[in-house]
């Protein structure tokens, strides 16, 4: 029997060149809809046609992602759901693992990896496994990360702001120009998926990325700075100047 | 009727190229990663190249292809259409529209 498809991708031309690769498999795979990734109109063919698997093409920023795919698993909680993003972040795949996405596919993987993913995909009793298909070039990178993606300075930075401190407080701090830190929030936000530094502090201190001792050492030794290194909860040590 | 699709990434490169050979079957359509691009547009001659604006594809490189679409990944998705010289632009791209540049290229090619 085919694998019934729901193919969600916002570029027409792009959605109906992924459709020529799934046809191509002989009416093992059957689209039964397409649309745009996270509009009414996905969602409401989604449910009524209850897929195996929606494809969902999610170059979002990690708030957006989260709501799309949540209404996605909403409108039809057994459909398997495949993830086809651009992002190559680490942080990202964790955060959409723990959505309960059942397979993440790279864009720059092959169109024979699409279709292999379905079908393990499709095959994987629910909650199990997340099939995960990405150029081992880029894989490889990922796991050279620091945690959380972060690089030293960006997670020096993130504590800072944890601490309550301005962008020019920072600077200061950190003998940068406060371009230099608006640029590196900037980075932060755009690694992790996040709109705000109160956004980037939170989920910083939810992944562990930083601990709560980095953040009040300050207030206990009475200055901003704390003393000449730490850790961040998670193995990352934090330099201070 | 020679295509090059050189768009990235490689999953919609395929896609593309996929979909059109499935379509004009009698069309001799190649992929290639962007950084081949300027490689094989000199060896294959491509009446149409299919490319995105971000592939830092030389201006002189195109002076030799007659038509080409390029999807502006810097601004919008939305693409350019050049043929024989006449540049439009489509919002959201579609294969039907895609379809009908590669035949208007074909028109071209047949012409004394």
Not at chain 1, 37 to 54: F, M, Q, R, S, W
Not at chain 1, 118 to 141: H, K, Q
Not at chain 1, 209 to 231: L, M, N, P, V
Request: charge should be negative; aromatic fraction near 4%; proline fraction near 3%.
């Amino acid at each position: 029997m085919a694998i019934r498809v729901h193919l969600a991708d916002d570029h027409t031309m792009f959605r109906e060149g992924l459709e020529s690769i799934l046809s191509s498999r002989g009416g093992s795979i059957e689209v039964v809809g397409r649309s745009s990734t996270g509009g009414e109109d996905a969602l409401a063919l989604i449910e009524e046609n209850k897929p195996d698997v929606v494809i969902a093409q999610v170059d979002l920023d990690f708030d957006t992602a989260r709501e799309v795919l949540s209404r996605i698993r909403s409108s039809s909680p057994n459909s398997r759901i495949v993830v086809l993003t651009i992002f190559d972040n680490l942080h990202y795949l964790k955060a959409l693992s723990k959505m309960g996405i059942d397979a993440y596919i790279h864009k720059s993987s092959s169109s024979e990896e699409l279709l292999a993913t379905i079908d393990a995909a499709s095959r994987e009793p629910a909650g199990g496994n997340v099939v995960v298909s990405m150029p081992r070039g880029l894989l490889e990178r990922m796991s050279e990360e620091p945690v959380g993606g972060l690089s030293e300075r960006e997670t020096e930075i993130v504590v800072l702001a944890a601490r309550g401190l301005t962008n020019f407080q920072i600077a200061e701090e950190l003998h940068i120009s406060e371009a230099t830190v608006k640029r590196h929030l900037a980075n932060i936000y755009q690694k992790i998926g996040v709109r705000s530094r109160s956004e980037a502090v939170r989920m910083a201190l939810m992944e562990q990325w930083i601990g709560i001792e980095e953040i009040t050492s300050a207030e206990t030794d009475g200055s901003s700075s704390g003393s000449s290194g730490g850790s961040d909860g998670s193995g990352n040590q934090i330099r201070r100047s | 009727m020679r295509v090059l699709v050189t768009l990235t990434p490689r999953m919609y490169r395929e896609a593309i190229a996929l979909s059109l050979r499935q379509s004009r079957p009698d069309f001799e359509v190649r992929i290639a990663a962007p950084e081949d691009a300027e490689a094989e547009v000199r060896d294959f001659r491509p009446h149409l190249l299919v490319r995105n604006d971000t592939d830092r594809l030389e201006p002189w490189v195109l002076e030799g292809v007659p038509c080409w679409v390029e999807v502006l990944y810097s601004d919008s998705m939305d693409a350019k259409i050049c043929v024989d010289r006449l540049v439009e632009e489509a919002e959201d791209i579609s294969m039907e529209e895609l379809l009908r540049v590669a035949d208007e290229a074909a028109d071209l090619m047949r012409q004394p």
